[in-house]
C-alpha cells in the first residue's frame, strides 16, 4: 500500500486497503478464489494508474547526484555556505537526470555566492546596482580594492593569504569567460562529461574557499 501511495496510485491504494481490512475483520473468512480475484483486480488497478505516470530512472554512477549519502561539496562547505545548499542541491538533480546544461546554470549560481564571500572576506561592499553585479566588474574591485590595497608588492603575495587570494582570484578569472559569460548565452549547451567537468571544478573552488571562510567573509582578511 506504501508504493501505491508513493505512485500517488490512489485507487489501488485504497483497494488494497480494503482488502487488508478484509484479512483482518475475524468474523469474515475469505476463500483463496476470491483473494485471487481481489489481487486480479489490484493489479489491473494499478496497471491501469501507471499508465497515467512516468517514471525516470537514474544511472547508477549518478544516483551519488541525486540522492548523496553524505555533502557533496564536504561536511566544512554544508556549514559554512549555508545559501548555496539549494543551488548545489538543483544543480547535482539537473546532472542526474542529464539536464547538463541546466547543472552549469546552477553550479553558477553556487560560484556567484562563493564571490560574495570573497568580496566580504576582503572588505568590498555587496554590489547594489545591478551593473556592478557583472563579474568582470566583481572580480576588478576584488583585485584592486581587495587584494592589492591589502597586499600591494608583489612578494608579499608569495605567501600566506595574500597567495591564497590571489590564486582564488585567477581561477574566478580563468572561467570567467569559458563558463559563466557562456552559460548566459542560448547558443551554449553542455555535455555530461562537460558538466562534470565543471562539477569537479567547482567543488574543488568552493571546498577551498571554504576552508578560509564562511559566506559571510568570516574571519574576515
Excluded at 8 to 25: F, G, H, M, Q
Excluded at 40 to 68: F, G, M, Q, W
Excluded at 199 to 204: E, I, L, M, P
Amino acid at each position: 500500500m506504501s508504493c501505491a501511495g508513493t505512485l500517488n496510485a490512489r485507487l489501488t491504494a485504497k483497494s488494497v486497503e480494503r482488502l487488508i481490512n478484509d484479512l483482518k475483520e475475524p468474523a469474515r473468512s475469505i476463500c483463496w478464489g476470491d483473494l485471487g480475484y481481489d489481487l486480479a483486480t489490484i493489479s489491473v488497478r494499478l496497471n491501469d494508474e501507471l499508465e497515467a505516470r512516468k517514471l525516470l530512472s537514474i544511472e547508477d554512477a549518478k544516483l551519488k547526484y541525486y540522492d548523496p549519502v553524505a555533502p557533496l561539496f564536504g561536511n566544512e562547505f554544508a556549514v559554512k555556505f549555508v545559501d548555496a545548499a539549494f543551488e548545489l542541491d538543483e544543480g547535482a538533480k539537473c546532472f542526474a537526470l542529464g539536464r547538463s546544461t541546466a547543472c552549469v546554470f546552477h553550479l553558477m549560481r553556487v560560484m556567484e555566492i562563493g564571490i560574495r564571500a570573497i568580496s566580504r572576506c576582503l572588505g568590498i561592499p555587496d554590489p547594489t546596482k545591478p551593473a556592478e553585479r557583472n563579474w568582470g566588474h566583481i572580480l576588478k574591485h576584488i583585485w584592486d580594492d581587495g587584494i592589492v590595497k591589502k597586499w600591494p608588492i608583489a612578494a608579499v603575495r608569495s605567501h600566506g593569504d595574500g597567495a591564497f587570494f590571489e590564486s582564488i582570484h585567477a581561477s574566478l578569472d580563468a572561467v570567467k569567460n569559458p563558463w559563466r559569460n557562456a552559460t548566459m548565452h542560448v547558443e551554449n549547451k553542455y555535455t555530461d562529461d562537460e558538466a562534470e567537468h565543471i562539477f569537479v571544478a567547482v567543488r574543488g573552488f568552493m571546498t577551498k574557499l571554504a576552508s578560509r571562510c564562511d559566506e559571510n567573509g568570516e574571519p574576515k582578511a
